[in-house]
Nanobody, 123 residues
């Protein structure tokens, strides 16, 4: 079955950087959309960035310029480089995968999810 395993979260001070990784296994289709979502306590899950199998990328507006999504196809791994982190970025970050849905607004339509990795940014 499809498995997504995130890693790379941690605690940093404001202005710091982290790189999240999402290792995927068991997915057999050539077409996919993979993205990063986050959820802070008491808030709804929100999309951060997504990219598809053709290299198309979309960011949430507030992340542009600070976050970079990328992938290593040889390692079946998705990355999220996060720079200039702010306390407001504190959340559980999740990796998601779907064959067709690439919409950051529709988290509920992504079929596969990882367990999440916690990011905490202190001021």
């Amino acid at each position: 079955q499809v498995q997504l395993v995130e890693s790379g979260g941690g605690s940093v001070q404001a202005g710091g950087s982290l790189r999240l990784s999402c290792a995927a296994s068991g997915y057999t289709y050539s077409r996919y959309c993979m993205g990063w979502f986050r959820q802070a306590p008491g808030k709804e899950r929100e999309g951060v960035a997504v990219m598809d199998s053709n290299g198309w990328i979309r960011y949430r507006d507030s992340m542009k310029g600070r976050f970079t999504i990328s992938q290593d196809n040889a390692k079946n791994t998705l990355y999220l480089q996060m720079n200039s982190l702010e306390p407001e970025d504190t959340a559980m970050y999740y990796c998601a995968l779907d064959r067709w849905n690439c919409d950051l607004r529709n988290a509920q339509d992504y079929k596969y999810w990882g367990q999440g990795t916690q990011v905490t940014v202190s001021s």
